[in-house]
Nanobody, 114 residues
Framework: QVQLVESGGGLVQPGGSLRLSCAAS????????MDWYRQAPGKERELVATITSGGMTNYADSVNGRFTISRDNAKSTVYMQMNVLKPEDTAVYYC????????WGQGTQVTVSS
């Protein structure tokens, strides 16, 4: 059974930081590309960051330079360090694993507000 469990969301003031984690089980983590998506109220889910099985990264323009995605294959975990958070970063953040199939976590809420 595949499970992706996100954690680390919460309420933070503008300019603050959060670190999201996504622990995977039931998959051969090292071969999967890992993505972070987010969905704000009334908006479509959007891709925020990707890290390939080889460690290459890519970011949406809106977060480039502020967010950093990383992975620890020994722990089957992907992270996203989010700095200089803005109110427009408020969303539910989902991790996703993709190789021959795509799997999703349940999401974690990030709220940026003063």
């Amino acid at each position: 059974q595949v499970q992706l469990v996100e954690s680390g969301g919460g309420l933070v003031q503008p300019g603050g930081s959060l670190r999201l984690s996504c622990a995977a089980s039931g998959i051969r983590f090292g071969v999967y590309n890992m993505d972070w998506y987010r969905q704000a109220p009334g908006k479509e889910r959007e891709l925020v960051a990707t890290i390939t099985s080889g460690g290459m990264t890519n970011y949406a323009d809106s977060v480039n330079g502020r967010f950093t995605i990383s992975r620890d294959n020994a722990k089957s975990t992907v992270y996203m360090q989010m700095n200089v958070l803005k109110p427009e970063d408020t969303a539910v953040y989902y991790c996703s694993a993709v190789w021959r199939a795509r799997y999703w976590g349940q999401g974690t809420q990030v709220t940026v507000s003063s």
